[in-house]
């Protein structure tokens, strides 16, 4: 990513243009709460948002650029296996 599109507060980077796996989460976000629950179509937009915030997560958690955004991604596992035992 480049970094000179990072918005930065006294050299703390504090946003980024959002990477892939975000921009899928966001679609998934969209997709699910507009079509009708349990349809096919929510379905496969709830199961590209869990992989899309999985793999977020883990780069954000191993690669991200300060304190901040690597909480943001344990964060996310939270989301992730709150969501996984919620279906069980």
């Avoid at 980024?16 to 975000?22: A, C, G, S």
């Avoid at 899928?24 to 869990?50: H, K, P, Q, Y």
Wanted: aromatic share 10%; charged share 15%; no cysteine.
């Amino acid at each position: 990513m480049n970094r000179k599109s990072d918005f930065k507060i006294l050299g703390y980077t504090v946003g980024q243009v959002p990477n892939l796996p975000l921009i899928l989460v966001l679609a998934a976000v969209i997709v699910e709460r507009s079509t009708e629950s349990g349809s096919l179509t929510n379905r496969v937009s709830d199961s590209i948002f869990l992989m899309a915030l999985t793999i977020w997560s883990y780069l954000e958690t191993f690669q991200g650029v300060n304190l901040l955004r690597r909480a943001m991604g344990v964060a996310g596992f939270f989301i992730v296996g709150a969501r996984l035992i919620g279906e069980l």
